[in-house]
């Protein structure tokens, strides 16, 4: 038997499907990327780390606010998608650097901000991610977060981390808000702002760009039509599978 990481189920799982990220709906566009684009207009001298940076979203708004970006994740063929993009587009102030998020090869005090987006639910250790963001991030410095999270609710939480699972082997998990206020104020930050929003995934691309084997998605299928109402009506499930969850963008100061 092949032993593999979290780390490893990760990298297999993201870095053959690069440029579909690159060019996914859900990734692409947002109000928290507007949300993001407003607050880094503040901050034009900062240098700013993309924490997990995918195909480089954030890196791409971040460019035309601050100074320098470094997007940074765990996947070489998604920094080969930023480096091109950021190419393409005339972005000479990104560059890349590759590595997990619970160690991070940043001196300490580095980063006006640090902000991350949909990759949080992938790390090992969220904990340990986030001290070593409260380490590299200047004093008084900034922290944003961007994910999908749980609803509270046990029965909603769990319908929704099993879909999730069924879907993408590399999932850990969608924490709720209480968990992440937890974790940042247990890492050092205080919290300034939160903001919920809904988020639709469209079925079809949704399991198409984890390469979602056939067997597993009948089993996400069966699994949401046996859901009780209450959780069909909770995450606006429709007929092709379709269906709309939260996110949360959290904005924290990291406490001196």
């Not at 790390?123 to 410095?141: A, N, Y």
């Not at 939480?157 to 879907?167: G, K, M, N, V, Y």
């Not at 930050?189 to 639709?200: A, K, P």
Request: charged share 20%.
């Amino acid at each position: 038997m092949v032993m593999t990481t979290q780390h490893d189920k990760v990298k297999q799982q993201f870095g053959e499907q690069a440029n579909a990220y690159l060019t996914s709906k859900v990734h692409a566009q947002g109000p928290d990327l507007v949300y993001l684009s407003h607050f880094l207009a503040n901050y034009p001298n900062a240098k700013l780390l993309d924490m997990g940076c995918g195909a480089g979203h954030v890196s791409f708004v971040a460019a035309q606010a601050v100074k320098e970006v470094i997007a940074y994740d765990l996947s070489n063929e998604m920094l080969a998608v930023v480096t091109q993009t950021a190419k393409e587009r005339d972005y000479q102030n990104v560059t890349t650097v590759q590595g997990s998020a619970e160690h991070q090869p940043f001196s300490d005090n580095s980063f006006e901000i640090v902000a991350s987006r949909y990759s949080a639910h992938h790390w090992h250790d969220v904990g340990q991610s986030l001290r070593e963001m409260h380490r590299i991030i200047k004093p008084h410095g900034k922290l944003i977060m961007m994910d999908v999270v749980a609803p509270g609710h046990p029965v909603l939480d769990i319908w929704l981390q099993t879909i999730e699972a069924l879907r993408d082997t590399s999932h850990v998990r969608d924490y709720t808000p209480g968990e992440w206020l937890t974790f940042l104020t247990e890492a050092g930050f205080s919290i300034d702002h939160v903001q919920r929003h809904r988020l639709t995934l469209p079925f079809d691309s949704w399991v198409k760009r984890m390469r979602t084997p056939q067997v597993l998605i009948e089993a996400i299928k069966t699994y949401q039509v046996t859901a009780a109402n209450d959780t069909q009506t909770y995450f606006e499930l429709q007929e092709d599978g379709s269906f709309t969850t939260d996110m949360m963008v959290i904005e924290a100061t990291k406490i001196v």
